[in-house]
């Protein structure tokens, strides 16, 4: 017999599912508020559902990330900011625009990674609620987020690996 108490136990195992079902949906609906969402919010329930907060590198091997739908976001931000000299604005400018209008030729990523998970697509698929102002937030969230001293080198060492396993 199930007790009130079995019950209650279940309950957050049925959220969960309610929650994966809103994840497996084409367009997740974003519940944009008067001020926006949270960057950190757009980044959990929408990005996330391709893109990995991190992976550890040195552990992934040089074709670690493969098989994942979309570059793990710590070392894809950390790339972006290499290349751009770690300005704030100028990593927020270029995902927001990004985010809205992917390409192959737009993109700052090493030249692999496309062929590895192919374009992203634009951001109105998956959110199409989000604003300006949303995608401002989770740029800046996912730039404050990740210690780019510290994922530099282990960034530069998993490129020269990559480039040593596809010789
Ligand atoms: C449907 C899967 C999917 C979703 C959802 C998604 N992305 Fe992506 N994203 C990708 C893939 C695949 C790539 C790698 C190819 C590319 O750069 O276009 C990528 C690349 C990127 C890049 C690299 C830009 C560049 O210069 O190449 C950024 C930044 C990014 N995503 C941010 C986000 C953010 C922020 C969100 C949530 C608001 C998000 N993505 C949601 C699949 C996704």
Redesign the pocket.
């Known amino acids: 017999m199930t007790s009130p108490h079995s019950l209650l136990h279940r309950l957050p195992v049925a959220l969960l599912f309610l929650a994966l079902a809103t994840l497996g949906s084409t367009a997740v609906r974003a519940e944009s508020g008067p001020d926006g969402m949270p960057g950190e919010k ?2 959990r329930i ?2 996330q ?3 990995l907060e991190s992976l550890d590198l040195a552990a992934a091997g040089p074709d670690g990330d493969s098989a994942l ?3 793990p976001m710590d070392w ?2 950390t790339a ?1 900011r290499m290349r751009q000299n770690n300005d704030e604005a100028e990593f927020v400018g ?2 927001v625009s ?2 809205r209008l ?1 390409g192959l030729e ?4 090493p030249g692999d ?2 062929a590895r ?5 634009p ?1 109105s698929e ?2 199409p609620d989000l604003t300006y102002d949303d ?1 401002t937030a ?2 800046s969230w ?1 730039y404050g987020h990740y210690n780019y001293k510290k994922l530099l080198p282990q960034l530069q060492k998993h490129l020269q690996s990559r480039q040593g396993s596809s010789q």
């Not at 998970?117 to 697509?121: I, L």
Request: charged share 5%; net charge positive; hydrophobic share 55%.
């Open positions: 757009t980044f929408i990005c559902s391709c893109h739908a979309a570059p894809l931000s972006i270029h995902v990004y985010l992917p737009r993109s700052l990523l990674v496309i998970h192919g374009v992203m697509p951001i998956y959110g995608l989770v740029a996912i």
